[in-house]
């Protein structure tokens, strides 16, 4: 191992022999801090949520401590204020995992075949590196033993899988399907069956020695803006080992002081140093905001080509960048992706208090969608789901027996603040009377999404509909 991992890394850093040097020209370090902002960006946006969810007990955002699980099982209306974009289709659990000391073992209950659920396994660097769930271990349930770095040995008697973490440090994202409000008793009764626990407890064993507690470092404000980034990239990884590959990388980094062996204090660099790595996370953003404006936002790469495992990632640290900014703890595309409605077919902002508009599938191009998919409406000012008469939301998968299909077996879905007229409510999904947006999300993906095969169809503006 790289460093004492049980040790905490406040001593860890108090042992080290001086604060690393600054050893480049000023124009280097520019580079270099580019470099790294969009390397170590994604691990101190992943270190925020850690501190707010298994940490910091006085935040509103608080979920529980290192090795518990924390349920979140609401279905949420207009009435509710958080988060932004809220998901209606599954529940969330939440647990951040510690393996330091040794594995911890995930049980899952078994659900019925109807229904999906996953767990996303999250390294420190925001990377997917296993699941566990409906796509990838079935809906039987089971023991899983996630293990560390350092952990080495047998596959336990009882253990029906074991899923190696390169971290000492792990988040796993539960997604349980909600069916709908009355269905909110059964998804707690999954939830309830989520069990987390160490490798001792699980085979009835003595634990091993208790490690010292780590001192984490309270994030300050501008932690993801400036050259403090970089004290906290060094602090999280202790717990995150970089690879073998980035040894290079990492030698750049020391540069500039960026030293997993040493403390980082932006407080120590003179003036034009501090300016100088500055400008270089200046320039790392100016790098994503034109990405943004000429791939992303043509659509010449899909927001699923910015989450994956390690592998799949392959050093792209820009893609990691983007993917951390625009939307943390992303799934792979193999297991989940969402599609965005922001413009309509014209490349026009989507307002109903101007247009009404339509969105067809044609015959046979409904998404293609194995668990399920969904289409939920949200107020572009709000980011919250639209209050109307029908208390409708979204249309999913499960409503198209509700659906009326067009005489040539095309389905067209109605988004406008209205009801529209012909007998078309089955078909209406409510807008707020002004801007709003949508999010498509299908859940595990048929491969001709990643493929390209499959393309998300455009809204189309119409002339106004009015009810009969």
């Known amino acids: 191992m790289r460093r004492l991992l049980s040790l905490p890394v406040a001593l860890l850093l108090s042992i080290a022999n001086a604060q690393a040097e600054f050893n480049a020209s000023l124009d280097e370090a520019r580079q270099i801090a580019k470099e790294a902002y969009l390397y170590g960006f994604p691990v101190v946006e992943m270190y925020k949520t850690l501190f707010t969810q298994a940490v910091d007990m006085g935040s509103p955002g608080y979920k529980a401590p290192f090795n518990q699980i924390a349920n979140s099982t609401q279905a949420f209306t207009p009435n509710d204020t958080a988060p932004d974009t809220p998901n209606l289709d599954t529940a969330y659990s939440f647990l951040w995992m510690d393996l330091r000391s040794e594995p911890v073992v995930l049980t899952l209950p078994e659900i019925e075949d109807n229904r999906y659920y996953a767990t996303q396994l999250i390294d420190l660097y925001t990377q997917n590196f296993a699941y566990l769930g409906t796509r990838s271990t079935g ?5 899983f033993m996630i293990a560390g770095p350092s952990w ?3 596959v336990p008697d009882g253990i029906d899988k074991v899923v190696y973490s390169k971290n000492q440090i792990v988040y796993a994202l539960y997604r349980t399907q909600l069916f709908n409000e009355a269905d909110l008793h059964n998804v707690r009764a999954i939830q309830h069956g989520y069990s987390v626990e160490p490798l001792s407890s699980f085979l009835d064993q003595s634990p091993p020695p208790v490690l010292p507690a780590v001192a984490w470092i309270r994030p300050q404000a501008n932690i993801s803006d400036s050259p403090a980034l970089f004290r906290y990239l060094n602090f999280m990884m202790a717990f995150a080992p970089a690879q073998d590959s980035e040894s290079e990388l990492l030698q750049r980094f020391k540069k500039i002081g960026i030293d997993i062996d040493k403390p980082f204090e932006e407080s120590m660099l003179d003036a034009e140093q501090y300016q100088a790595l500055q ?3 200046d320039d790392g953003k100016a790098t994503f905001a034109a990405f943004k404006k000429d791939f992303i936002d043509s659509h010449k790469v899909n927001n699923a080509e910015l989450y994956g495992s390690p592998e799949q990632m392959s050093h792209n640290y820009l893609y990691r960048y983007a993917g951390a900014t625009l939307r943390l703890f992303g799934n792979a595309v193999e297991e989940a992706t969402q599609m965005s409605y922001d413009t309509d077919a014209l490349g026009q902002p989507l307002d109903a208090g101007k247009h009404t508009y339509t969105l067809r599938f044609a015959k046979g191009q409904l998404p293609p969608a194995r668990a399920l998919w969904s289409l939920t409406l949200y107020d572009g000012k709000t980011r919250q789901v ?3 008469p029908l208390k409708r939301y979204l249309i999913n998968s499960r409503m198209l027996d ?3 299909r067009d005489p040539d077996g095309s389905l067209t ?6 009801l529209p007229g012909n007998n078309l409510q089955s078909n209406w999904l409510p807008t707020p009377d002004g801007p709003f947006y949508g999010i ?6 048929g491969p001709q999404v990643a493929s390209g095969q499959w393309k998300q169809p455009l809204l189309t503006p119409t002339p106004s509909i009015s009810a009969p």
């Open 152 to 154: 080495q040995g047998p």
């Open 386 to 388: 639209v209050d109307n």
């Open 440 to 445: 498509l999300r299908l859940y595990m993906p």
């Open 413 to 418: 879905l109605y988004l406008q603040h209205e």
């Open 279 to 281: 400008a270089g996370i």
């Open 139 to 143: 809906n039987k349930g089971g023991h």
């Open 402 to 404: 509700q659906l009326k």
